[in-house]
């Protein structure tokens, strides 16, 4: 059902909408330092390791979240960014096909898990194995999703469900949003019983609780990527090498990802 049916959820996506809309005008970022376009699940973690990287170099790095598919096209359409760090490999890959990213800097730096989660003190635990009824759970609410043909949250949760053989009995049930931080405030408003996204956005929010975690082969892995634009400024390949740091990396394990390895050297 489109969420115009649904006046909050229609609220939510309208202002990702406007917030999306920002990502056309970073240009006075820009003059100042870097522009970082990052995938929205991304926002706690980088925003701590941007502070960081600005007390340690001196230069501004302005991070604008969105879904990885907006960013990749806001890049696409002559956004300026520096930094691109996507949410899983395709909408990297179509970066790389368009001429957008610069190939050697490109590396896959972290990894997540996806979560089914519930307003806190709500809904039972439950058993993600083949077969299961999540239509049952829903007890006639929605379950808040990304996109699920676009946003990479909304793609590995889709897949998760149709191995699971559960996607038959939710896919009329689904809130789509904008991104998988936009699925979260559904369910942390109480909006929606139960949302699929990332264990990183669910540790993010004490509204809400993990109620399962999907079998790690019921989706592709969940890898983030991370490059640097064909425009990307000098001081951006610093910016890059610092994301695979010690720092940077205590920053995105405390926030829940599984760090990968060190990305560009900075020289």
């Known amino acids: 059902m489109a969420l115009s049916m649904i006046p909050k959820f229609a609220r939510a996506a309208l202002a990702g909408l406007v917030a999306t809309a920002v990502l056309t005008a970073p240009a006075a970022a820009r003059s100042e330092g870097i522009v970082v376009f990052a995938a929205a699940s991304l926002r706690n973690a980088l925003d701590d390791i941007a502070a960081a990287w600005q007390r340690e170099s001196g230069t501004k790095a302005a991070v604008s979240y969105a879904g990885s598919n907006v960013l990749a096209r806001q890049i696409e359409a002559g956004a300026p960014a520096d930094v691109f760090l996507s949410a899983d490999l395709d909408w990297m890959d179509y970066a790389a096909s368009k001429g957008l990213i610069d190939p050697a800097s490109r590396t896959n730096l972290l990894g997540n898990a996806l979560v089914l989660i519930a307003p806190k003190d709500e809904g039972a635990d439950i058993a993600l194995v083949p077969g299961v009824d999540l239509a049952a759970a829903l007890k006639g609410g929605r379950l808040a999703m990304a ?121």
Do not use: C, M
């Open 147 to 267: 996109g699920v043909e676009a946003v990479p949250a909304g793609r590995y949760g889709k897949a998760a469900l149709q191995r699971l053989g559960a996607w038959e009995g939710v896919k009329d049930r689904i809130a789509q949003a904008e991104n998988v931080r936009a699925a979260l405030l559904f369910v942390a408003r109480g909006e929606a019983p139960l949302g699929i996204v990332y264990r990183t956005d669910a540790a993010s929010d004490p509204s809400v609780r993990v109620v399962a975690t999907f079998p790690a082969d019921a989706h592709p892995p969940i890898l983030y990527p991370a490059a640097l634009t064909r425009t990307a400024r000098p001081e951006a390949r610093a910016f890059l090498a610092f994301l695979g740091s010690p720092q940077a990396r205590q920053a995105f394990e405390r926030h829940g990802f599984s760090f990968r390895g060190k990305p560009v050297s900075g020289s």
